[in-house]
Structure formats: C-alpha cells, structure tokens
C-alpha cells in the first residue's frame, strides 16, 4: 500500500541543523503540493510548512527564515532543511503530500508516520 516515508529526524543541540526527506514508498507519477507538520504529545498537530506545484513556499511564522521547503521532481522527494533549531522544536515531523499514483489517476492526499526531532543539549 502506497505511504509516505519521512527520515532524517534525530537528536540534535540548539543551533544545529537537521534535513527531514519525505519519499513514497512506491513508484507513483507525481507528488504535489508537499506539506509539513509537527506535533507534540498532547497538542494539535500543526502546520509548519508548504509547497504548491508551482514552487510557491508558506511557511509557519515560527520557522520562518529558518527552515526550507523544497522539491526534488525528478526523485518524487520533499525535503525540509531545519536551521538554527530551538528546543520547542522538539516534534514529531509529519509529511503530506497529493499525489498522482498514474498519468491517469486523481490526485489523493497522503501522510507518512513521522520522524522525530529532538532538540536538546
């Protein structure tokens, strides 16, 4: 069954960097309008950042000049680099994207299981 699957989560100190990939676990025609959110235990999950088919980038006021959104087409791969991270950081990073399975199919929204982020000292 076609699913999203996040890596590059870990431990890091503040100040550090860290490069989240978010990937489908199967070959599909196309991923859009790639989305990441974070949650912490006992909270909402809320949304950090987004990309759109045409390359236009939102992101949370929160992560705003420190983290990226971006797209590698041709890998069917979003990524989201994380700079100067701070400790309420610290969650699990979730990926969401529409995708296209084939040429001819709709698009449908998918999610991957996360990756964790920890950031500590």
């Known amino acids: 069954q076609l699913q999203l699957v996040e890596s590059g989560g870990g431990l890091v100190q503040p100040g550090g960097s860290l490069r989240l990939s978010c990937a489908p676990s199967?070959?599909?025609?196309?991923?859009?309008?790639v989305a990441w959110y974070r949650q912490v235990p006992g909270l909402q999950r809320e949304w950090v950042a987004s990309?759109?088919?045409?390359?236009?980038?939102n992101y949370a006021d929160h992560v705003k000049g420190r983290f990226a959104i971006s797209m590698d087409n041709a890998k069917n791969t979003a990524y989201l680099q994380m700079n100067d991270l701070k400790p309420e950081d610290t969650a699990m990073y979730y990926c969401?994207?529409?995708?296209?399975?084939?040429?001819?199919?709709?698009?449908?929204?998918?999610w991957g299981q996360g990756t964790q982020v920890t950031v500590s000292s």
């Open positions: 969401n994207a529409q995708i296209r399975r084939t040429s001819g199919s709709r698009r449908s929204e998918y």
């Open positions: 199967e070959s599909i025609w196309s991923m859009n309008t």
């Open positions: 990309r759109v088919s045409g390359g236009a980038t």
